[in-house]
RNA sequence: GUGACCGUAGCUCAAUCGGCAGAGCUCUGGAUUGUGGCUCCAGCGGUUGUGGGUUCAAGCCCCAUCGGUCACCCCA
């Protein structure tokens, strides 16, 4: 006996009885997406991955120590190309808009994606898994704040029109490559002589990335944070004309947001706006997303500001779950064929009428093998269909089915919940009576 | 990457002190030849995650390994 395979850890399956789940995210995102003037976009798995290098940056874990890289196949001259699955959406959708010269479009360019896998070789745990699937939005090519709220505003109606409830948007401002390196100083001084007493986390975090120290949460360090300078009381003029006039513009959108001082995003690309959903009951974060405006640069484009989020089906999947939202059930069969005997012709009757009805548009099941009656009109109640067809020995002599409806009661005499219908009008009369 | 807890039938779980591996659900068949939901009967289904060790004897104890869950780190 060979070994039996397993699907590889933090590798999910996504099975029928979940599917219902991911179908009314996608439908939701579809529709909003559009309400907001979002175009759909889908880019590769597989991208150069000094894409992704450039971009989410150096010394960020998702680069050092996440990221699913191989070397290609070498070409003739023996050259290999490092390549690497994506473990985010935005560096190939901008560089697609640059490569597609959307540059030359109206601006700005709005776009989404959904259901695209990203992978990340983190350790498994609720909420995270190695292969997960976002649904992301993206605006090229415009600073204005309105963008900023239109795109938070997206977000927010996309989770509510789900049916959740119960979800805190934090907002911020991480300022830009004018005003946030004077403020690091200013934070790496206030901390300076405090470090002796910080956890073993923060004193990497002060020299490879201060901005995280605000995001300790250590007993002892607690304090430290709440006295430490804040960003948004150093924001250059332009950055807190931006800020205010996004946080106007939210109160448009009817968005409950709350400032979040302390919010600061993890990859090295965002400027200015920078916000997060999380559900209060659950404790997770939803999403993550902000503001880029140096990201298209990195790329080797022209200066070209941009904003996104991505949010994960995996954790809206968990979210819906905890939160006891329904999904809208699949469609169930309108008819379910059945046979009685074991004659070939009759056999061949059913699945001809399977056929037909399909043909017309009828969702149909129909019992297989040589299963008796009594189990195939199990089966028919099992499979939920409004009406069994029966097909026997009369029904083949007299030229008709017997139709019975499957939602009377049980009980009922036969007579009463079935009725005879030639060959050729059965398909009128299931539609009629559907 | 660090740590804690947990791996028994497809699913949810039992198995006393270390003493013959069980139940419910699902599925299949049956309960008067061609009739569904309830009920009843029966069947299918296992190298107890895997590999070692201790023991007369291991699902149970020990070691390793793989996997799952959760937390940290990080992030969606």
């Known amino acids: 006996m060979p070994e039996q395979y397993k699907a590889l850890q933090g590798f999910k399956d996504i099975l029928p009885d979940e599917q219902p789940y991911w179908r009314l995210i996608e439908k939701t995102a579809v529709e909003v997406t559009e309400l907001y003037g979002y175009r759909r976009i889908e880019t590769p798995t597989v991208e150069e991955t000094s894409l992704f290098s450039r971009t989410t940056g150096e010394g960020t874990d998702i680069v050092d120590k996440e990221m699913y890289s ?53 350790k498994p745990q609720a909420g995270r898994v190695r292969e997960h699937h ?39 401002s991480i300022g830009d490559r004018n005003c946030r390196p004077q403020y690091l100083e200013r934070l790496k001084e206030y901390y300076l002589p405090l470090l002796d007493t910080c956890c073993d986390d923060c004193q990497v975090r002060f020299y490879k990335n201060p901005l995280r120290l605000l995001d300790c949460k250590e007993p002892q360090d607690q304090a430290k944070i709440a006295n430490a300078p804040k960003i948004v009381d150093y924001l250059c003029e332009p950055c807190r004309e931006h ?14 947001y709350q400032l979040a001082p302390l919010l600061v995003r993890g990859l090295d690309y965002y400027t200015r706006t920078v916000f997060e959903v999380i559900s209060t009951a659950n404790k997770q974060t939803l999403n993550g997303g902000g503001r880029y405006d140096g990201l298209a640069e990195i790329l080797g484009g022209k200066p070209t500001p941009g904003i996104g989020f991505a949010t994960s089906f ?70 939920a269909s409004a009406s069994a067809i029966l097909i026997g020995e009369d029904e083949m002599a007299g030229g008709y089915v017997t139709v019975q409806d499957l939602h009377a009661d049980k009980d009922l005499a036969l007579e009463a919940k079935q009725i005879r219908v030639q060959r050729n009008v059965l398909i009128a009369h299931l539609l009629k009576s559907k």
């Open 243 to 256: 800020f205010s006039a996004v946080k106007r513009y939210l109160d448009f959108y009817e968005v409950p």
């Open 314 to 383: 995996e954790r809206i999947f968990l979210e819906l779950k905890h939160q006891k939202v329904v999904p809208p059930p699949e469609a169930r069969p309108r008819a379910y064929v059945v046979y009685f005997g074991k004659s070939a012709e009759m056999k061949d009757a059913a699945v001809q009428v399977v056929a037909e009805l399909r043909h017309a548009g009828i969702k149909t099941e129909m019992g297989y093998g040589d299963r008796s009656s009594k189990s195939q009109m199990k089966q028919a109640n099992a499979s």
């Open 134 to 172: 976002q649904f992301g939005c993206e605006a090229l090519g415009e600073s204005d704040p309105a963008v900023d709220a239109e795109m938070i505003g997206l977000l927010f109606q996309f989770y509510t029109s789900m049916g959740l409830r119960n979800l805190q948007v934090s907002l911020n």
């Open 70 to 122: 191989f070397n290609d196949r070498p070409d003739k001259e023996g050259r290999s190309t490092n390549l690497s699955l994506r473990p985010e959406g935005t560096a190939g959708v901008v560089r697609a808009y640059l490569e597609h010269g959307m540059f030359q479009l109206a601006q700005p360019v709005k776009l989404y994606y959904l259901r695209e896998p990203m992978f990340r070789h983190d």
